[in-house]
């Protein structure tokens, strides 16, 4: 079945879907899709704190250090900021979480809010090789003025290094050097990979993909297939 066969009935059951992998295994591509084809919103931290920063915020002020050094930013402050956002009246629905929960402690906050409105939960993990998370990750650029993202190795621009839309040149997020690239993956095996054994333990629905040598399109048909056999399963 395609993206696009998954009807508002059958995916009553999945409101929180959570896309958990390191960086560079896809979560945000996936994340775009999914909005798409589902119509729920995409709920990325990593896209709000940096829009935090862009506008020079008090949050944007203290995170922006963190997010430099590729650290985790504190959670009571990205707890806050999601609790926001899924009060917001365009998650009623349903919605899709792209970064979030990285700790532990994430999680339960998460969880708890969830419970207390008796919205569901599914995580999608989303299972990449650490060396191409590497040439993923140090590939990568960005449109600074639409946003489009490419990577040079998997999704390149027709023209050098300039964007397809606007013909601006791309740049490279400032978080994708390759000192700060390798703190990023540390951080997720020391604080984010963990909760993989967590959500275990606490019996949550967990679905796990090989994203390595994948199209976008195509792991968004195994992800939403995924989702229906969860659903016609729980
Ligand atoms: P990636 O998954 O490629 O690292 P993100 O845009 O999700 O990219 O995150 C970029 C940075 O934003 C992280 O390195 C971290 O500093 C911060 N961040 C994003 N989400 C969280 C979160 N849930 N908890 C703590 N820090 C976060």
Redesign the pocket.
Known sequence: MSAQGLTPERREKVQALVLF?????G??TQAKLLMQCLGIPQI????M??ENIQADSPLGRE?SG??R???????E??NAL?EQRLASPDCARGFIL??????RQ?AGALHNWLMKRNIDELVIHLVVDYNSLITR?TGRRQCPQCGTLYNLISRPPKQGEICDKDGTKLVIRE?DSAPVIKE?LA??DRQTQPLIAYFREEGRRLLALDANDVRPQELLEEICRAIREDARGS
């Open positions: 992998g390191p960086p560079g295994s979560k945000g990325s931290t990593g896209d704190l940096r995170v963190i997010m050094a590729g650290a985790l930013v504190p959670d402050m990205v999601v792209d970064g979030y929960p990285r700790t994430q990750l978080d990023r951080a997720y």
